[in-house]
């Protein structure tokens, strides 16, 4: 079961990642600019430094799938629903990076009606739940205090450019960094 979950993760992030350059183009074409740059490195390294610690804990230490499996699954099962509705809502302002528009108008449709950031979210269940599903501990812990950290440095970075650049202040007038409610 592990390796067909992991395959699974390895394809679903090799595909965002085309389909981020794709829509990277896109903005840039449309006059785009990336901001975050400095930290974009440590985010791609911390994902990739994910799966490799998740892979090798389940693997040197046998580990099993969890007996509570019936309950996590389904839970992340709704985590991808979630990322892909967050995905499709964006359209071509998804991207991995901090790509903005100047000019265009925040995307306040999907699950942005109740959230401000739900990919970012969906991220966190998974570097949490995924290795618990296998019983990686250690991956789990680390890997979750060490995404708490990064998101503190680019939610930030994100809405800052989302502010000084559309009319993100107008869609999310609300100070909380994970509510969209007024």
């Known amino acids: 079961m592990f390796y067909i979950v992991f395959f699974f993760l390895i394809v679903q992030r090799i595909t965002e990642l085309f389909i981020a350059r794709k829509n990277e183009q896109w903005m840039k074409n449309r006059g785009g600019i990336e901001h975050g740059k400095d930290h974009y490195p440590y985010i791609v390294s911390l994902h990739i430094?994910?799966?490799i610690s998740f892979f090798i804990e389940v693997q040197v230490f046998q580990r099993d799938l969890t007996d509570i499996w019936f309950v996590m699954f389904p839970i992340l099962f709704?985590?991808?629903l979630l990322r892909y509705w967050a995905v499709l809502s964006l359209g071509n302002y998804w991207n991995t990076k901090i790509?903005?528009?100047?000019?265009?108008?925040v995307v306040s449709r999907g699950p942005y009606k109740f959230v401000k950031h739900p990919n970012y979210i969906v991220?966190?269940?998974?570097?949490?739940?995924?290795?618990?599903?296998?019983?990686?501990?250690?991956t789990a812990i680390l890997f979750t205090i060490m995404n708490?950290?990064?998101?503190?440095?680019?939610?930030?970075?994100?809405?800052?450019?989302?502010?000084?650049?559309?009319?993100?202040?107008?869609?999310?007038?609300?100070?909380s960094r994970f509510s969209s409610k007024r």
């Open 78 to 80: 709704l985590t991808q």
């Open 99 to 105: 790509m903005i528009v100047p000019g265009d108008v």
């Open 49 to 51: 430094l994910f799966l």
């Open 123 to 138: 991220v966190a269940v998974e570097i949490l739940l995924l290795p618990l599903l296998f019983h990686a501990y250690i």
């Open 148 to 175: 708490v950290v990064m998101m503190t440095i680019r939610i930030p970075a994100e809405e800052s450019a989302l502010q000084t650049y559309t009319n993100y202040h107008e869609v999310f007038p609300v100070k």
